[in-house]
Structures are given as structure tokens and as C-alpha cells.
DNA sequence: ATTAGCACTCTTGCCAAGTGAGTGCTAACA
DNA sequence: TGTTAGCACTCACTTGGCAAGAGTGCTAAT
């Protein structure tokens, strides 16, 4: 039951229509802008088929049609054709990223602003996750005799660490054994894996007062691994959407902001999405039934994977979207690659 | 020119009746709630005089009385009582805050999560300012024979550290020298006075190896000082204010917003404000115009100065939300003392 | 000095009529 | 058989008018 040649050319005229005008659109409109050779009333005949197929809704009996989420679905996945970007936002990406070229965080910062300033949607970008980072040493380091830091480096220069205060003094010397065991012991793994299984171990031989060191900074080395596995979230043109005609209602708006308040949570929920360029419209999500989501991923040596994305209306340019989306993680992953001489923390 | 007894009676009463219902109040509905022994003829003639005193306001001739900035800081300067926490909100506090004692950042987050929870309003903490912070030992530590870390301690364990790729390798021995130099050249000095006086020097007596390391190594010293004395901000509750009805259009709501979305502004802005309790109405905030602000501060060992604060509407309940806030500052003064054992980052 | 009474003002909610965009159907047409 | 013109019909939206209600401001009486 395929749709027909002239049946995709209306039902992409009333996607174009509707993605920029936001109104449900009727027979007469799409016959005079697209000329596509019919009258109106075929194109009412046509229309009511493809909303009987499920593409087209109907607001109320004498309204327009709008498309429904399975017509975006259909247009993402055959009738869209890549768009270039302008020459101005290709330069605009390229300064601002070229900017902050040697600091990662800021780089990735300005990616999300980018997002939503060239869509005018809401968009995000994460740091990459660390899962397959694995440790390269562990070191204590003194501050004062009660006061020590303790100081997690992954192999590709990735570092947390954390302050201690002792309720005993520490010795220099328990300090290094310490911070050789734990570095011979966790060197190589990644820290999934020592997080899951570091609580049992303890090496027994130790003497005493080092195994009251040891006890003291375990758990603070869990958390701090934890740490170092968080992404961070940059978010970005929250309040693009209040000019959008779908959130002029102030609950929707409220709705749509508290997504975004719950940090962790939607972090969760973006990592777990797939790899590359993934596009879910409406009540493809589980939460956010009337957005659409885009999210695509970009490579930081080839190795580490960060994501950015964009959140908008179902009714959006997929297009142009998307085509950005895809030359920003293109530029990212190159400003990435660790073979030039620049650093990032 | 001095209001008379019953006139800050009436007013008192006008602004505990808006500040609840949020609708302009009328002399009937005053007379009414409030046995002042009046007529509702007499207080509209006080009334009268209070708005051309400028403490009311009248949105329309046959509208009610509404309290005007004036009227409120009169509230806050004098009519103003302290209230006492209900037993349920203490509660509510201590366990919050003690469930994160030693974790620093996210007590700081919790404090903010409270105050939005308790006042049902916008709220904000950061992490103290580290202007008074001074520098108690640099140091360089080896990744591979092309990365390593720059570490600066401060003398109240504040960690801050980046991670650098060389284009040229460097020696261990180099490494050591440079950062016992520069942990002389510094120690004992605050952040600030270091960064405004870098720039400028540069040994003369180094050899030349370790001064194409030290060249490389300073832009990236002077970036993580300034890191380092970055607060941190964490807000809550922003969504809050959509459910009040002066944030009911959709423009106001954007605005209101806005604000929160320029972070580093707001931050600075939060900085620039005197310590201790500091509440502005209104036209007294040169940005946000109709909105009051509340802000309060508290100590981390005794030195160390961090922000809270409350952003709403100018009808507010300014006399609970600043004991709250006080009580709520005590406390993280309190839980923040150095001389028990916990620990912090 | 206070109060009761009354005219006046302004908002809000409601209803009715008119307007316009758009559909769905039928009958004519190529 | 597919296409089109014509027409009746539906519904949302706007406008104007009307009544109700809340509140003020003034005046005259207490």
C-alpha cells in the first residue's frame, strides 16, 4: 500500500507548508504556492486518503491538515534531501569553534550555543563518556599533615581528584606505598570495571596504620571515580522555544523547561540513546511526546564519544537540522583528533 | 512626614492580604478580614492618602489597592517580624544537609534545592568566591613523555588542575625544577594578586630547554588560576515562578528566564553584592525590574564567603524567606567549620 | 473625625451575529 | 475513470452589546 507519486509530492508540499507556517494547511493554499498541476478538490480527494493512511490529522471539520508523526517519520526517512549550509554558518561555526580550540569544555560549550543559535531551537552537548577510560596512575599527594589529595589520571590526560581531611595524622612514607599499591593494583582497568569490583578487595598484608589510611580514602575513591565517570551537560537557547507557537501556552512552556531542570536525569536518557544520528519524533520518545529529539555523536581521538543534540516541536526543518548537526561533529571530531599540539583538560 | 499607627496598620494589612491572593484589595475586603475598627469608608480615605504618599497603587479607578516597591521596603525595613521555621521544614533541612556533609558541592546544590522546595520560589547557591584563597604549592606531574598535569593547590585544599600536550617532549628533571620555581614564586600569594602580576615575569636564570617548557606551560597556569577562581553556581526551581500569576503571559515567563540562561552575568552579578542579608525590590535591581532579591551569605572555615539567594516576584513573603534563609545560612556556616573530620573538594 | 449612602467607573463574563477558511459531496466534464 | 467546479455545511474566531460585580470618591449626616 505505497503511497503514490502525486500523493508524497502533497503530503511533503503540506510538511513545508506546515513546518514553516505552523497552521494547518488547506487544499486551495498548497494548489496556488506549489503548482503542481491539479485543482484544489483533487487535492482534498488525496488529502483524505493520506489522512485515512495516517498521515495527515484533522484538528476540527473545517480546519486545515496537519501532519502527523508518522508523515515526519516518513519525511526523515526517504523524502529528505541534505541541505548545504550557508557560507555564513559555516563561518560562524568555524570561528566560534576555532575560538576556544585548546580548551575542551569551553569547545563543547560553544558547540550547544552554536546549535540553537543557527536552529533556534533548544540543544545540548555533552562531554564525552568515559566509560572506556581506563586508569593510568593514582596518586596521594600531601597538603598539610591531616590534609591529603588524592588525584585519579586516565589514560588520555582525563583527572579528577578529590580534598581529604583526616581525623589522624598520616605519614609520608604510608602515603606512597599507598599510592603505589592502588596504582598497581587499578592501572589498565577501566573505571567501570573498579567500580564494580573494588568494594570487596583489600589486600591483607598490609601493616596497620596504613590500613587505617586505606580505610579512610576507599570510599572517597569510589566517589571520586564516580566523578570521573559524570559527562557534563552543557544546555543552551532553552528560552528559543517560548517563540514557537506550540509552547505559547504557559503549561506546555512549564512542561517543556522542566524537562531540562532535571540535569541528571536527562543525561541518563541521552547516553542511552544510539550511537551516530538518531532522529525521534513525538510519541517515538518516552517522555516529550510532542517534541521531536535529534541527537548525533562526535569522536574525541577516536575513541571517546560525546554527543550533541537538538529539541525542538515535531514540526521542525529535519533537514537543515540534521545537515548541521552533521557538519558540527564533523568539525568537532576534527578539532579533536589528538595528533596536532594543542591540549584540552 | 510620618505614617500614623493606623495607616501601617492598614498598609501592613493591604500587604499581607496581596502578597497572599496576589489580587489588588479593596477597603471592604479589609475591613472585613482585619477587625481594625473601622469602617470601610475610613480606610479608603487612608487609603487615599497612602497612595499619594506612594505606597499603594491603583491599576484602574475601580480596582483595589496594590502595595507599591516603596510599601515593601517599608515592610522589610520596619514592619517586618521574624518568623519562626515550622518544625517539619528543620527537619527537613538537617536531614538534607546531612545526607551530603562531606561531599561540599553537593550540599551547596541541596541548600538551593531547599530554599526553592520551602519557598516554592527561584532559587541559587554558589560555591564561595576564592579571592582570599592563596597558593600553597604548584605542581607538574608526568603522564607520558609528551602530556602532563598542571596542579595548583591552595591552602584550603582547593584542587584545580588542566592537562597539557607538548609538541616537544620534556625531561622529568625539567619538570621538577619548574615547579619548585614557580611553587616559590607564588606560595603564600592569593590567586588574584598572582594573575594580575604574572604576565610580566619571566626569570631570567633558566636554561633555555626549560624555558620553552615554562612558555608553554604558563598561558595554561594563568587559564587554570582563573579556574580556579570561577564559583560555582547551582540553581533550582527556576520552574517554579510559572506557577504565579505574574508570570502567567508568556513574556514575562521568557523574560524571567532569560535571566538564568546568562549565567556568567548572573553570576558576577551575584558577586558584586554585599555580604550578609541583602534584599532589593524591585526598581532597586537595575535588571530585573519587577522582580525582589534575596540574598544572603555564608562562611566556609570562618574566610571563605559563599552566596544563597531567592529570586521572585516583588509580592513575596519576604518575612518568612529571610528567616529561612538565615536559618539556612547558620546552618551551612555551621556544617562548613573545619575543626571536625570530614572532608571536602 | 467617622460613617452611610449613592453615583460613577471599569473589568469580566456572556451571548449573538457575522465572517472566513476549509471541507465533503455531487454532478458535470474530458 | 480520473478530474474539476460548484455549493452546502461546519467550525473557530471576532465584534459589539449587555448585565453583573467590585471598588472607588464624594457628599451629607452623625
Redesign the interface.
Known amino acids: 500500500m505505497d503511497l503514490s507519486e502525486r500523493q508524497l509530492q502533497i503530503l511533503q508540499a503540506i510538511i513545508t507548508d506546515y513546518v514553516e507556517n505552523a497552521e494547518p494547511v488547506g487544499s486551495r493554499s498548497i494548489a496556488k504556492k506549489y503548482d503542481l498541476g491539479v485543482s484544489p478538490a483533487t487535492i482534498r480527494n488525496e488529502m483524505s486518503d493520506l489522512e485515512e493512511m495516517g498521515y495527515l490529522t484533522h484538528p476540527h471539520t473545517s480546519a486545515g491538515r496537519v501532519p502527523s508523526d508518522k508523515a515526519y517519520r516518513l519525511y526523515v526517512n526517504t523524502l529528505m534531501k541534505k541541505k548545504n549550509l550557508s557560507a555564513m554558518d559555516k563561518r560562524l561555526i568555524s570561528d566560534r569553534l576555532s575560538a576556544s580550540r585548546d580548551?575542551f569544555d569551553r569547545t563543547i560549550r560553544h558547540a550547544a550555543e552554536l546549535l540553537s543559535e543557527i536552529t533556534h531551537l533548544a540543544s545540548f552537548a555533552m562531554t564525552p563518556a568515559t566509560n572506556e577510560e581506563t586508569i593510568?596512575f593514582i596518586?596521594l599527594?600531601p597538603?598539610d599533615e591531616r590534609?591529603l589529595?588524592l588525584?585519579i589520571?586516565g589514560d588520555s590526560?582525563?583527572?579528577t581528584?578529590?580534598?581529604?581531611?583526616?581525623?589522624v595524622p598520616y605519614t609520608q612514607e604510608d602515603l606512597d606505598i599507598l599510592s603505589k599499591n592502588m596504582t598497581v593494583q587499578h592501572k589498565g582497568r577501566t573505571l567501570d570495571d573498579v567500580l564494580k569490583s573494588e568494594i570487596i578487595e583489600d589486600v591483607g598484608t598490609d601493616i596497620e596504620a596504613l590500613s587505617a589510611l586505606r580505610g579512610t580514602v576507599m570510599p572517597?575513591f569510589i566517589?571520586t571515580l564516580e566523578d570521573m565517570l559524570n559527562v557534563n551537560l552543557y544546555m543552551?537557547?532553552?528560552?528559543n522555544i517560548?517563540n514557537l507557537p506550540e509552547?505559547?501556552s504557559?503549561d506546555r512552556?512549564?512542561d517543556f523547561?522542566?524537562l531540562f531542570?532535571q540535569r541528571d536525569w536527562f543525561t541518563r536518557k541521552m547516553l542511552e540513546r544510539a550511537n551516530g544520528m538518531v532522529v525521534t519524533i513525538g510519541d517515538e520518545n518516552d517522555s516529550m511526546k510532542d517534541c521531536s529529539l535529534i541527537t548525533a555523536t562526535y569522536h574525541v581521538d577516536g575513541k571517546l564519544v560525546g554527543k550533541i543534540g537538538v529539541i525542538g516541536p515535531t514540526r521542525m526543518k529535519y533537514d537543515e537540522v540534521t545537515s548541521l548537526m552533521e557538519y558540527l561533529t564533523n568539525n568537532l571530531s576534527e578539532a579533536f583528533r589528538?595528533t596536532d599540539?594543542?591540549?584540552?583538560?
Open positions: 580548551e593510568d596518586r599527594l597538603v590534609t589529595i588525584m589520571v590526560g582525563n583527572v581528584n578529590t580534598t581529604l581531611r583526616l581525623k572517597s566517589r543552551a537557547g532553552m528560552t517560548f509552547y505559547s504557559i512552556a512549564r523547561m522542566e531542570t589528538l599540539g594543542g591540549e584540552d583538560s
